[in-house]
């Protein structure tokens, strides 16, 4: 499959605990992209690297989020001490980095706080 | 600064009836422009995108989608759908040259009645 994988497809969290998203972008891409998806409020971006280095994390929240894309490996996000209002789908996205490139979608994160 | 704007939440139809999901956009630079659907529980899909040329693209399953620069619009079409065309449908835009973080409508609800 060379499409852009993200795992776990479902987690679930008790308040206060960690959470980690991991995603792999497709062969070739080295842009990748967080979005995050409430109901009713669609896909809202999240944060935006590139290996080894944030490009823009201006949708990020200040508090609990971080994001990274080390050299080897996916692209990471940790949600610390996470919150009822985290629970939400989180879409990872990658292209090659031009302007015009379209950006894909993995099938996404569901994470559920209890 | 760059916004899309789906003005519909929700639009259903009969099967076989044609249907229009309506896009606005705005943005200061000149613009590319994706369409991208969402089945239950599943990533986004690219349906189809205008990058530059022809105004009209269209996608294998017959959507299609026409870039009007004067109405800032790009509403998507289909002239007669199906039960399997029933999703959700995102509008997306990104800056040409600009920022390369593609900005999402909170998109359209389609669902196709027998």
């Known amino acids: 499959n060379a499409g852009v994988m993200q795992n776990p497809r479902h987690l679930v969290r008790r308040r206060g605990q960690e959470a980690r998203l991991r995603c792999s972008p497709m062969k070739g891409h080295s842009h990748v992209y967080w979005y995050r998806q409430l109901p009713e409020e669609g896909l809202k971006f999240m944060v935006y690297?590139?290996?080894?280095?944030?490009?823009?994390e201006s949708g990020m929240p200040k508090e609990r989020f971080s994001a990274e894309f080390p050299k080897e490996g996916p692209s990471i996000l940790r949600i610390q001490q996470v919150v009822r209002g985290d629970s939400a789908a989180y879409f990872c996205?990658?292209?090659?980095?031009?302007?015009?490139?379209?950006?894909?979608f993995g099938e996404g994160s569901w994470l559920t706080v209890v | 600064a760059q916004s899309v704007t789906q003005l519909d939440s929700q639009v259903p139809v009969f099967e076989e009836a044609p249907v229009e999901l309506r896009c606005n956009y705005s943005s200061s630079v000149s613009v590319y422009l994706f369409w991208y659907v969402q089945y239950p529980n599943q990533g986004l899909q690219l349906l189809l995108k205008?990058?530059?040329?022809?105004?009209l693209v269209e996608s294998i399953n017959g959507f299609e989608a026409e870039f009007n620069k004067s109405q800032t619009s790009f509403h998507l079409r289909k002239p007669s759908v199906h039960i399997s065309d029933t999703a959700e449908y995102f509008c997306?835009?990104?800056?040409?040259?600009?920022?390369?973080?593609?900005?999402f409508g909170r998109g359209t609800s389609l669902i196709v009645h027998p």
């Open positions: 690297l590139q290996k080894e280095n944030i490009i823009d």
């Open positions: 997306a835009v990104k800056g040409e040259g600009g920022s390369y973080i593609p900005t």
């Open positions: 205008y990058l530059s040329g022809s105004t």
């Open positions: 996205a990658s292209s090659p980095g031009l302007s015009g490139d379209t950006i894909y």
